[in-house]
Structures are given as structure tokens and as C-alpha cells.
């Protein structure tokens, strides 16, 4: 009877397909980072543009004065308001009903204590980042819908950035612009792997 000859993979081809999949994968990884890095960028700045039109909606429809503002640890029972910050556990939205800009849950009668509206998280290595017209990483909304700017007068036409220290991708800088008070829009921007105290928005 005559010998079956096995099927398999000789040590050269073996080498070849370790050698082509090295070389995939090279290409492979750089793009997979900058499409995460992109999605958790995209994510980020979703979630304050939804921060902010809830902040509107809820000085509006409770004639009370609405704040979003920075927190480094938005998650806690109690959270709180951590000041001008670049990087940061994340924001809270409240109904800031004694208008001191602080969340205070306990109520002061007649103040009824401040109602927690919405905690946003992020996690590294996402940043955020405000423009000087957002004084103490707060964006203050008034109860007509609208805010203004650190001097308390003028409609507010600031920017928080949502950013990556990274190449991957380019851009990886999201502008959320709030413009005369109310408008709200988002643009990405190449800041060439830096994460920059933006500039006051110009609509």
C-alpha cells in the first residue's frame, strides 16, 4: 500500500503568514485607535450639547436659574462643582435654586434644596476644557433660557472643549460653542496632539 502524504504548513509559509500579518496589523492598529479615540471624542461633546439644552429647558420650564459645571467626581451622592479644571471626572446638571452656583441638596426653607438634573462621566484619556467666559468651569443659564457671560450682563458666547492629547485622530479636538446665550453647535479641530485652553467663541 502506498503512503497518504500529510497536509500541513511548511516552516517557510509559516514565516510568510506571520510576516503578513504583522504587516496588517501595523496598519490595522493605528487606524482602530483613531476611530475609538473619535467615538469617545463624539461621545464626550454629545453629552454636554445634552447637558446644556437640558439646563435651557429646565430654567425655562421652572423659572429657576440652571448650571453645568465641571466635577471631579460627578458619580457621588453629594457632588460638587471642582472649579476651572482641564482634566475632570466629568460635569453635573442642577437647578440651582438659591442661584449661589453651588449644588446644595438640603433645603433652607423657604430654599428647597437643588435638584440634580443630569452626571456626565469621562474617563482618561478625555479632557475638557472651558474658554475665560465660563468662569470657575460654569456655564450659569438663566431662568429666561438663556446665559451670560462672566461679567453677568452680556449673552455668553463661550467654548468647552472636549480633547485628546493624541494624533489618533487628527482632530481630536471637540469645540462645543454656545453662542449669544443659546445657540449651541459643535466643530472638530486639529490642535496637533495638544489639548489647549480654548479661545472665547466667536459666532
Not at 67 to 92: E, M, Q, R, Y
Not at 115 to 138: D, E, F, Y
Not at 148 to 169: E, F, H, K, M, Q
Request: proline share 6%; with cysteine.
Amino acid at each position: 500500500m502506498g503512503k497518504t502524504r500529510q497536509a500541513g504548513f511548511t516552516l517557510i509559509e509559516l514565516m510568510v503568514a506571520l510576516a503578513v500579518m504583522a504587516i496588517v496589523l501595523s496598519f490595522a492598529i493605528p487606524s482602530f485607535e483613531s476611530i475609538v479615540n473619535s467615538n469617545r471624542l463624539s461621545s464626550a461633546a454629545n453629552e454636554m450639547v445634552a447637558s446644556i439644552q437640558t439646563a435651557k429647558m429646565e430654567s425655562l420650564r421652572r423659572n429657576r436659574r440652571a448650571v453645568v459645571c465641571l466635577s471631579d467626581a460627578p458619580n457621588l451622592t453629594t457632588p460638587a462643582c471642582s472649579g476651572l479644571t482641564s482634566t475632570t471626572g466629568g460635569w453635573i446638571t442642577f437647578v440651582d435654586e438659591n442661584a449661589n452656583g453651588t449644588f446644595d441638596n438640603t433645603a433652607t426653607p423657604p430654599i428647597p434644596a437643588d435638584t440634580l438634573l443630569r452626571t456626565s462621566l469621562i474617563k482618561a484619556p478625555v479632557q475638557v476644557l472651558v474658554s475665560a467666559q465660563l468662569p470657575a468651569g460654569k456655564l450659569i443659564v438663566r431662568s429666561d433660557g438663556l446665559a451670560r457671560d462672566n461679567t453677568g450682563t452680556a449673552l455668553l458666547s463661550g467654548s468647552l472643549d472636549v480633547c485628546i492629547p493624541t494624533r489618533r485622530p487628527a482632530e481630536n479636538v471637540r469645540h462645543v460653542n454656545i453662542g449669544f446665550g443659546s445657540a449651541v453647535s459643535i466643530a472638530s479641530e486639529n490642535e496637533s496632539a495638544a489639548c489647549n485652553t480654548p479661545a472665547n467663541y466667536v459666532p
